[in-house]
């Protein structure tokens, strides 16, 4: 991966991590993007000109080769996920559900003899994290641990130090997720090589302009921006709504746009209440 310019990264998010999304942490200072969780058998379009890091998930190495040659001339990283606590984890033993050490580290293989890239593996707080680490360190160029249980999900306080333990048991970079924000990042990137934003950044880009001291242009990252460029990548309508939702957190009439938002049903609508 090429030289970071910051150590502030944004978090995988399923739903969130639009292309348009992740374009507009760019712009704002983010040194990296991280996909939502994408599967190596997907038939849906992947929109890489960001260059992110692409994280997957999968329970087997079916059709992981052919997917990383597709794909890896796009992204600056590859990252494998152990850590989703949701649901649809759990009925098909994926994320922080996949806990059989044989197929972690077979699934880990088959991406380190695919790419020369950067690869980060995502883990929890569980019985298994120190286990997964050690093979981690044979494939891996950097560790990322979100201090929460899987059946914490994203409640409760994150064990800070659960993640000191395992930043003084690897000599990986490890990189910090939970609950990172304005008053903590600083502190945090003292005792971690990298940080993450998650919910923190969502609806709210400008966020990384904030901890990177990065002069932006404030309209290159509104959501008028957004749907200029969402428009430009065809995404649905759906998304646009559910982004449109988001983008009113940093309003002072936020209740009353998500109101107005939720009955809008096509984005002319969108595009006129935002003027």
């Known amino acids: 991966m ?21 374009i507009l942490c760019k712009r704002a200072g983010c040194e990296l993007t991280y996909t939502g969780m994408i599967h190596p058998q997907t038939q849906q379009k992947i929109f890489l000109n960001d260059k992110p890091c692409l994280q997957l998930f999968c329970t087997s190495t079916k059709s992981l080769k052919k997917f990383i040659k597709k794909h890896d001339s796009k992204v600056s990283a590859w990252d494998f996920n152990l850590g989703c606590p949701a649901k649809t984890a759990k009925k098909h033993q994926f994320g922080s559900y996949l806990t059989d050490l044989k197929t972690i580290e077979k699934i880990l293989k088959t991406i380190r003899q695919n790419t020369k890239k950067f690869l980060t593996i995502k883990v929890r707080k569980s019985p298994n994290t120190f286990r997964i680490i050690k093979i981690a360190e044979k494939y891996c160029n950097a560790i990322c641990i979100h201090p929460r249980t899987k059946y914490q999900g994203y409640s409760g306080e994150p064990d800070l130090k659960f993640a000191e333990k395992v930043k003084s048991r690897t000599k990986l970079p490890v990189i910090y997720s939970g609950d990172v924000n304005e008053k903590n990042y600083k502190q945090l990137l003292k005792e971690f090589d990298y940080i993450m934003l998650g919910r923190e950044a969502i609806g709210r880009p400008e966020i990384f302009s ?22 430009k990548y065809k995404l649905p309508f759906r998304q646009i709504k559910l982004q449109a939702m988001n983008f009113t957190k940093s309003k002072t009439n936020a209740k009353q746009l998500r109101l107005e938002i939720f009955k809008i049903k096509n984005l002319k609508g969108l595009e006129k209440l935002f003027k």
């Open 2 to 22: 090429k030289k970071l310019k910051n150590k502030i990264f944004l978090a995988p998010m399923q739903e969130i991590n639009d292309i348009v999304f992740r």
């Open 210 to 231: 904030k901890l990177t001291n990065k002069k932006i242009q404030s309209k290159k990252i509104d959501f008028k921006e957004y749907i200029k460029l969402a428009k």
